[in-house]
């Protein structure tokens, strides 16, 4: 019976192969455990450091559009009050960002920066000398002088 025994149990002691094996199981579990861990970890640090060189960006193209619309001077008046009006809403988001980009998420900086966009491209158009709106002369001589005859009043 003992012969019987020693002959189909594993015999731990002198057996080191079996022993690396155990050794090696558990280092394999172990490391599966630490980037069980560490990756979720690593992934969300990349998407901080993603969106930190997205507000880069951004920043450093809304000083370019903030520059140049504040280069462009037209004839105009009508153009050029509509580059002072874009100049302004810029000083405005320069405060709102100053204060509050850390706050904004990655979907928030793609409009805003989809918005400076459009804001370029519309001081690139204003540069030209032709504004957006439209300046209209009424004539109002024959409504007022219609007025005065219906009150009474004469010139």
């Given at each position: 019976?003992?012969?019987l025994?020693?002959?189909?149990?594993?015999n731990?002691?002198?057996d080191?192969?079996a022993?690396?094996?155990?050794?090696?199981?558990?280092?394999?579990?172990?490391?599966?455990?630490?980037?069980a861990?560490?990756?979720?970890?690593?992934?969300k640090?990349e998407?901080v450091?993603?969106?930190?060189?997205?507000?880069?960006?951004?920043?450093?193209?809304?000083?370019?559009?903030?520059a140049?619309a504040?280069?462009?001077?037209?004839?105009?008046?009508?153009?050029?009050a509509?580059?002072?009006?874009i100049?302004?809403?810029?000083?405005?988001?320069?405060?709102?960002?100053?204060?509050?980009?850390?706050?904004?998420?990655?979907d928030d900086?793609?409009?805003?920066?989809?918005q400076?966009f459009e804001?370029?491209a519309?001081?690139g158009?204003?540069?030209?000398?032709?504004?957006f709106?439209?300046?209209?002369?009424?004539?109002?001589?024959?409504?007022?002088?219609?007025?005065?005859?219906?009150?009474?009043?004469t010139?």
């Amino acid at each position: 019976m003992k012969n019987l025994r020693s002959r189909y149990t594993a015999n731990f002691k002198r057996d080191y192969v079996a022993a690396v094996a155990v050794i090696i199981f558990f280092l394999i579990v172990i490391s599966e455990l630490v980037l069980a861990v560490s990756l979720p970890l690593y992934m969300k640090r990349e998407n901080v450091m993603a969106v930190s060189v997205q507000r880069l960006k951004l920043r450093e193209h809304f000083d370019g559009i903030r520059a140049h619309a504040k280069k462009v001077k037209v004839k105009n008046s009508t153009a050029q009050a509509e580059i002072d009006l874009i100049i302004w809403n810029l000083d405005r988001l320069a405060d709102y960002m100053r204060h509050y980009i850390q706050y904004l998420s990655s979907d928030d900086l793609a409009i805003l920066q989809q918005q400076l966009f459009e804001m370029h491209a519309y001081v690139g158009s204003l540069k030209s000398g032709v504004p957006f709106s439209r300046e209209y002369k009424i004539d109002y001589t024959p409504y007022l002088e219609r007025i005065m005859k219906q009150s009474g009043v004469t010139k």
